[in-house]
Nanobody
Framework: VQLQASGGGLVQAGGSLRLSCAAS????????MGWFRQAPGKEREFVAG????????VYADSVKGRFTISSDNAKSTVYLQMNSLKPEDTAVYYC?????????????????WGQGTQVTVSS
């Protein structure tokens, strides 16, 4: 499956962005989906995940209450709504797909990765 992330940009602290990740070449409804991010000089970290049915979601503590992950199986797209953005949210954001049966927060469980989209939050 190929993943194409979009929606990144420059926003002031307190603002909002919505990232999208369109999947093609596979059966979207069979994948658990996740968003990860990587800031300069740091490890890639888990942000949010959603099960293949959309019935379960999980978030990193740092974004809980501010970010919302959702999916649209008809459009084969997963979204990340980011509100109340902070400068420390600045990173390249990646979407990823997992074929594992259980929704995981470990990047090792995700097989397919998009190219990343830059999010920059100014103070």
């Amino acid at each position: 499956v190929q993943l194409q992330a979009s929606g990144g940009g420059l926003v002031q602290a307190g603002g909002s962005l919505r990232l999208s990740c369109a999947a093609s070449g596979g059966t979207f409804s069979t994948y658990n989906m996740g968003w990860f991010r990587q800031a300069p000089g740091k490890e890639r970290e888990f942000v949010a995940g959603i099960s293949r049915t959309g019935g379960s979601t999980v978030y990193a503590d740092s974004v809980k209450g501010r970010f919302t992950i959702s999916s649209d199986n008809a459009k084969s797209t997963v979204y990340l709504q980011m509100n109340s953005l902070k400068p420390e949210d600045t990173a390249v954001y990646y979407c990823a797909a997992s074929v594992q049966s259980i929704l995981s927060i470990s990047r090792r469980e995700f097989t397919y990765w998009g190219q990343g989209t830059q999010v920059t939050v100014s103070s």
